[in-house]
């Protein structure tokens, strides 16, 4: 090779570790009870959905289902919002899954992360779409719509949620085929999962419906509910809060909409404090 065009290349190289090194130097402190860590995955599913993983500190510890505030490093006061850790307890890294809001003080600019961005995160983990916070019984529905799925998606990957109950139905209903990706995506992975594989297969059921676009089941879970159209595609009788459990997460509409109905089988609402029959939890980001 001639000399130039080798000068050139060592010339770039330098040039790239540089650019590096500038784009690791934060610009502002970490806030105090702040974790920085590192993106290690991003995966944009539609214009309006994308997953992204991090690195995990070594003194994190939370409860499959719960949530922790997410930040950029944008600031010397960063904006953060709640989002559900979508990682199951015992994964090495932390995985979410977000939707992208058009001038949404925080996904505007986290749905433009790369590998070895800095994503800040706040030290405590909390939430109640944990099997804690439900009474033991037979049956346990995730009820989920759009980016709702998260928690979920950390509850079927642990052992434990297959230990406490004997089935689980997992629905997840979005506006179009290409939102139900993550979903369909994960519950294929779990399905080989050697940790929790063998038990999905024969405990979990997962529940896909659409709204705006053909698919073989159309229509809110709430109305297919209501209608009794989901029992008879399950073949399953209707709620019993004798044995069945429920979970709720997706917008708030959603959440209020789902609750009354769940109450109208006769569940009642549980906490962290006070188990019960279902549970709530908002998804909704800016
Ligand atoms: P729809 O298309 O009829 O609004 P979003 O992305 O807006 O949160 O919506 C995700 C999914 O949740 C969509 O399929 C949407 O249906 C559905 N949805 C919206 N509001 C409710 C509600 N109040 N109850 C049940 N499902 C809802």
Request: with cysteine.
């Amino acid at each position: 090779m001639p000399r130039q065009q080798n000068e050139d290349i060592a010339m770039l190289n330098v040039e790239t570790a540089t650019r590096a090194a500038v784009a690791q130097e934060p610009l502002f402190p970490t806030p105090a009870g702040v974790f920085a860590q590192t993106v290690t995955k991003v995966c944009h599913y539609t214009d309006r959905l994308f997953r992204f993983r991090i690195t995990r500190p070594d003194s994190f510890r939370f409860r499959s289902g719960e949530f922790v505030m997410i930040g950029l490093p944008n600031a010397e006061q960063p904006v953060f919002r709640a989002y559900s850790i979508a990682s199951p307890s015992w994964d090495e890294e932390l995985e979410f899954f977000s939707i992208k809001v058009p001038d949404g003080p925080l996904t505007e600019h986290l749905q433009k992360i790369a590998v070895g961005d800095t994503v800040l995160m706040r030290r405590k983990p909390t939430g109640t779409l944990v099997n804690d916070a439900l009474l033991p019984g037979k049956r346990l529905y995730m009820f989920s719509t759009g980016t709702g799925i998260a928690p979920f998606a950390s509850l079927i990957r642990d052992p434990e949620t297959y230990e406490k109950f004997a089935e689980v139905v997992l629905t997840h209903t979005c506006r179009d085929v290409a939102e139900l990706k993550y979903g369909q995506d994960l519950v294929a992975d779990v399905l080989r999962d050697p940790l929790v594989g063998e038990f999905a297969a024969g405990q979990l059921t997962h529940y896909t419906t659409l709204t705006r676009e053909p698919h073989p089941r159309m229509g809110r879970i709430t109305d297919l509910m209501v209608s009794g159209q989901f029992f008879a595609d399950l073949g399953l009788p209707a709620i019993d809060p004798a044995q069945d459990r429920g979970m709720i997460c997706g917008s708030i509409n959603m959440l209020r909409d789902t609750k009354h109905i769940l109450e109208g089988f006769g569940l009642i609402e549980g906490s962290n404090n006070a188990p019960a029959s279902f549970v709530v939890e908002k998804a909704f980001v800016d």
